[in-house]
């Protein structure tokens, strides 16, 4: 990254009946945001100014071919599509979902070519975004496959942060999916990005059990004797700070989890439920353990108040401040421990 220049935070416009339009247009609208970063959203002219009329949003752009042309302080459009393609607020239309896919390709396009640093996508709808050439229930699962590294599904505060051993995994999968490779990879991608990502020395990570009780010792279920406490000794044994499994009903209520710096939960609603009751509008959805930085909201399209004008915008910007704060931990984490002997031995070589 050219260092002169604000770290570009690219925008994935998601589905254009849903809020999405609306809660990144309503973070920028605050130009004292542009003072932190510069924004490209990858759509077109056409469609945010269509927005803005229809939300009474204020927002002065600059429509630019790509994102490498992408100036500071102005809020950035890369116009992806020419066409004006039609919204229909509330509604879950193939358009919809056509050109959220768009705008995410493009962007991250953009992100493996480094014309943008981070990703903050805006929600999609998992119906209608699937077809022949997109094949994903979600960003995660994406990105997973267009990225370098492990993914791992972070639903993060300042203080409470809970990852996914399975993500979007039917429940009737889930325990096939929980086998010891699975969680060995996990606890060592939440605990580097603890380190990497939020500047935490000696992360500790409970993790929750599987069945109710954890089993009670095998009555409800074997998973959690079997597969997981082997797993959590063995990598305790290593040096790492997990313990559990702890039951996962109580854990929240308790205030059990704020004795710790994370959480895995061991599927989708063990993890999410608890999260967006402490947190809802305030958390964000990051996918950690990838070559690049991703944040979302912690929302999705919330049809029923699209096109109102009423969306909270709250989530949208901790996103983008999350993203900034990652992006910039990650940047310093990497220059303390690079082999500073070997740039030199490099230096000397030529
Ligand atoms: N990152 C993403 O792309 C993402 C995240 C979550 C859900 N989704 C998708 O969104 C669709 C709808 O999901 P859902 O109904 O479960 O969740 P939702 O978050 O869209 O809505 C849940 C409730 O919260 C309200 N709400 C959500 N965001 C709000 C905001 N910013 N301001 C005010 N109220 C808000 C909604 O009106 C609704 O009552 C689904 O297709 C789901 O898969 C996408
Ligand atoms: N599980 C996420 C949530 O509820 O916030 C959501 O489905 C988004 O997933 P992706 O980031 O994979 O699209």
């Known amino acids: 990254m050219d260092e002169n220049r604000k770290i570009r935070l690219g925008i994935s416009i998601g589905d254009l009946n849903g809020i999405g339009c609306e809660v990144a247009l309503k973070t920028?609208?605050?130009s004292r945001m542009l003072d932190f970063c510069t924004p490209v959203i990858f759509a077109s002219n056409k469609t945010v100014s269509f927005q803005m009329r229809q939300l009474k949003l204020n927002v002065t752009f600059n429509g630019i071919p790509d994102a490498s042309k992408a100036i500071d302080n102005k809020v950035n459009i890369?116009?992806?599509?020419?066409?004006?393609?039609?919204v229909d607020f509330g509604q879950a239309t193939k358009t919809g979902g056509e050109y959220a896919i768009k705008s995410l390709k493009a962007a991250v396009e953009?992100?493996?070519?480094?014309?943008?640093?981070?990703?903050?996508?805006?929600?999609?709808?998992?119906?209608?975004?699937?077809?022949e050439d997109f094949n994903f229930p979600g960003h995660t699962d994406f990105l997973a496959?267009?990225?370098e590294g492990e993914s791992l599904m972070f639903m993060v505060t300042e203080t409470l942060k809970v990852g996914l051993l399975t993500d979007h995994v039917a429940v009737k999968d889930v325990s096939a999916a929980i086998i010891p490779r699975l969680i060995r990879d996990k606890i060592n991608t939440i605990e580097k990005s603890l380190k990497m990502d939020f500047g935490i020395r000696k992360?500790?990570?409970?993790?929750?059990?599987?069945?109710?009780h954890s089993g009670d010792n095998g009555v409800i279920g074997k998973e959690d004797d079997e597969v997981l406490k082997p797993v959590i000794k063995e990598m305790a044994d290593m040096g790492h700070l997990v313990?559990?499994?702890?039951s996962a009903d109580s854990f929240f209520g308790s205030d059990g989890y704020k004795k710790f710096d994370a959480i895995l939960a061991a599927y989708h609603d063990q993890g999410l439920i608890p999260?967006?009751?402490?947190s809802f509008g305030q958390g964000v959805n990051y996918t950690a353990g990838l070559s690049k930085v991703r944040t979302s909201p912690d929302h999705g399209t919330a049809y029923e108040i699209a096109g109102k004008g009423v969306a909270d915008e709250s989530s949208f910007k901790e996103a983008v401040f999350m993203a900034l704060n990652i992006f910039k931990h990650r940047t310093e984490y990497q220059?303390?421990?690079q082999d500073v002997l070997k740039k030199q031995r490099l230096k000397r070589e030529r």
């Open 243 to 246: 313990f559990g499994p702890y």
């Open 335 to 337: 220059e303390l421990t």
């Open 28 to 30: 920028f609208e605050d």
């Open 78 to 86: 890369v116009n992806v599509w020419k066409e004006v393609p039609r």
């Open 203 to 212: 992360p500790k990570i409970a993790l929750l059990g599987i069945n109710p």
């Open 110 to 131: 953009a992100l493996k070519k480094g014309d943008i640093d981070v990703l903050v996508t805006a929600p999609i709808n998992k119906n209608n975004i699937q077809s």
């Open 145 to 147: 496959q267009e990225l």
């Open 275 to 278: 999260f967006k009751t402490i």
